[in-house]
């Protein structure tokens, strides 16, 4: 297959991830590239497609299982896809106050780095210092 015939299919996987994160990975495009480089696109369109249903036709709803993606990315140290889970939640209407909630609850869970790794993504998605207290 050639590359023209798979940019429509790899532009479709790349649209899931916008919809759910506003944007794509750069994990998720490093995958596509060899994926499209070694006829493997399938597993991506099958992966993008589990995890839209996850993400979207799940009864807890995309703002709750985007604060328990950062949560759970937070009790492992995964920093950037936690950030992106963060950006995620905020886009499916969560509000700060959500994110410092998900963070505190990972302080009991998983401990201080968790909670410290929490605070400082919701702090740097703080337009400014005076507008903290307003979320």
Known sequence: ??????????????DRYRSTLGAVPSGVEERLRLAGAFDRLPTEEALAALRHIVLTDNPLGARVQQLVHFGQLLSLGREHPARLHAHGALRAGARIADLIGVAETALITSGVPAYALGTEIIAGLLPDEGRAGQA
């Open 1 to 14: 297959m050639t590359n023209d015939s798979l940019a429509p299919r790899t532009e479709a996987v790349r």
